[in-house]
């Protein structure tokens, strides 16, 4: 079993800058492929980025390219999701999620194994 905890949430001003953490538990953290999704009120749920299980490669969704940077410390049992130059069109729940079998470029297709509860980003205009 892997419980999630995401934490770093908030209210941000359009242009500005949150850092998302979520938290692992379990002592195979590094056996899965970890991810970030979002969900918009009214919307479905999104992929965002992903990060290998050494942290060497990511992979984002479109839309965030070049905004928001995946990492992950393996020693910590943490995932990040550093997010830049927010929109108000970024306002979410932004939830993480861990994939034992996937990988990166199938993590937006698969079902993943393990959700957090959520963590809220609002970003004012």
């Known amino acids: 079993q892997v419980q999630l905890v995401e934490s770093g949430g908030g209210l941000v001003q359009a242009g500005g800058s949150l850092r998302l953490s979520c938290a692992a538990s379990?002592?195979?953290?590094?056996?899965?492929?970890m991810g970030w999704f979002r969900q918009a009120p009214g919307k479905e749920r999104e992929f965002v980025a992903a990060?290998?299980?050494?942290?060497?490669?990511?992979y984002y969704q479109d839309s965030v390219k070049g905004r928001f940077t995946i990492s992950r410390d393996n020693v910590k049992n943490t995932v990040y999701l550093q997010m830049n130059g927010l929109k108000p069109e970024d306002a979410a729940v932004y939830y993480c999620a861990a994939d034992y079998y996937g990988s990166i470029a199938t993590m937006p297709l698969r079902r993943m194994d393990y959700w957090g509860k959520g963590t809220l980003v609002t970003v004012s205009s």
């Open positions: 990060i290998s299980r050494s942290g060497g490669n990511t």
């Open positions: 379990g002592r195979t953290f590094s056996s899965y492929v």
